[in-house]
Structure formats: C-alpha cells, structure tokens
C-alpha cells in the first residue's frame, strides 16, 4: 500500500489536467481497502475513488484523498464446453482483459477493445461500444461497503444496469468500492457484427472471420476517429448518446430524413450525439485552448494548458446548441469533480 501527500494527478486523468489531490492511497488487496477504510483520519473528510481517470474532469485541485485499486489478477471461477466464467480484479487495466480474452479464445468482450479505463469502472460505468455493453458479460460484482468493510457480492440483477449506469453510479454512489468483477464469455465462436461499420470494415480488410481480425478491426476504427490521449488530454466520448420516444424521433425524421438511429425497443430510439454536434457546426471548432475533434464530435480535446472550467463551458454551449435546434437535450458521459 502507497500514500503520498500533494499528489499529481496530471498521470491519473486523460484530460491532462495538471491537478494535484492532497492524498493519494493505492492498495494492492482486499485486506488493504478494509485497512484503508477503517483509517478514521483517511476517511474523515473528502474522498474520492479513481480507476485510470478517463471518465473524469477535474475542475481543480482535489483537496482530499484519492484511492485507487491496485488489486489484480485472472481467476476462472466456473467453466463448461459453452462457456467460461473469469473474476478480475478491479485494478486490472480493461484493455489487458480483453486481450487476455482474445488470445483464450473466449468471445465477447471484443467489441469493447481498446476503452480506456479499468475493470472496476466498466461495472460502475457499464461501458459499451458496437453494440455491446459490459452488462452483456458481467455476472457478479464483489464490493466492499465503505461504511462497515464488509464485502458483498451483487448480482448483475442487483446492478441495475442502465446505459453508461449502474446501482454504483446512483443509490449506491460513494457506499461501496467495486474488489472484483466476474465475467461471462462464449467458448464457442459468437460475434456482434451489425453495429456502425464493423461487418463493413471487416470485409474492407479482406480479413478472416476471427476473434483476433474482429479486436483488429475495433481497435482500428476506434484509432481513427478517437485522439490517444497521450498526444492530446481527452476523456474518449463526452456525451452520452441520448434515447428518446419514437414519436419524438418521427417527428424529427420528418425533417432530417439522413438522421441515423438505433432501435432501443418499441417505444424509445438512440440517436447518435455526435451527428447533432456535427450537425450544429461544432465538429473541429477550438474555443480558446479546448476545441471539438476534428474527426469525431463526440470527443472534447485540451489544446494545451486547459483548465476544467473551459471544458465545462465549451460543453454547456454544445448542448445548449443541441437543444436549440433539435430540442433533445444531451448529458456528459464525463464526471466532473
């Protein structure tokens, strides 16, 4: 276990806010949470757990303590000739795990190569991308309670899953910390392939239908159109791409008959937030030193030397525009802290 006072967190945000937390405390076990948790000067006043910082915009300094999980490893908890079941721990990079997935020849998870962050934030955050979402393969989620140390394990019914949100995000945002998460993968070959252009680029490439052509393909695509954050400090998709009711949709079909959208149900219709931000003019535009990505609108970039305060501004007046002309309002995917 690590703790160290005046901490940068320039490494711990892909924004590249260049902000500093008073504490910061990295445990490697369960044991040391519970030890961590049960430290009456740690807990006593504001704190805040963090996976890799890639959903996260600082606004300033965190005065206060930041945790972060350092626990790993793989554990094949239950197997049969379908299908394989795998506990990992929260600190394990999400990128490793699905490679580590892809090269066991266990299908699944991906669709979901190369999303920053870690393993305990895909249950929190239930992340997706291509038309599946962490929900599809989670089967449990062992966390600890904060207030008593005790773990407990939640069913992914007890989750209550959501787009981009979880039981962890709302009623029990700050009571637990998610230790371990247990996945469900296909032994036998299974692909999702009708989502955005993933069948299309696929055959583009002239390439085999194989779990490792498939994670190629993903991460490629993603390459193209999402900046690494090491070269310019982003947080991947700001906005959350919004549902509305499909007589909203109709109606506004009727007047933008190019505009794209995913079915949800019966009643209810995904739009793409980036083709309204496109579509309102802010694809490429730079607002002092943050600017919208040249090649994906979804994504706000730091030009250099931006402060949170700029990246919140910048997107009030996108969804403010979004709103005047589509009259659907759009929510940050990003926590600002």
Known sequence: MEKTGNYSLLLHNTFGMDVKASWFIEYESVADMK???????????????????????????YEGVILHSAIRGYEVVDENAQEIEVKVGAGEVWDDFVAYTVKNGWYGAENLSLIPGEVGASAVQNIGAYGVEAKDLIVSVDAMEVATGRMRKFTKEECCFGYRDSVFKKELKGKYIVAYVTYRLKKLPSFNLEY???????????????????????MAMREAKLPDPKVQGNAGSFFMNPIIPRERFEELRGLYPEMPHY????????????????????????????????????????????IGDEVMALASQIQESVFQQFGIAISPEVNYI
């Open 263 to 306: 079915e949800v149900d019966n009643d209810r219709v995904k739009i793409p937030a980036a083709w309204m931000i496109d579509r309102c003019g802010w694809k490429g535009r730079q607002v002092g030193r943050v600017g919208v990505h040249s090649r994906q609108a979804l994504v706000l970039v730091n030009c250099g030397g931006a």
């Open 196 to 218: 955005g252009n993933v069948r299309q680029e696929l055959g583009k490439r002239g390439d085999k239908l194989t779990l490792e052509n498939v994670r190629k393909v993903i």
């Open 35 to 61: 030890f961590v948790l049960e430290d009456k000067d740690v807990m006593k006043g504001k704190w805040l757990h963090i996976g890799s910082g890639s959903n996260l915009l600082f606004k300033g300094d």
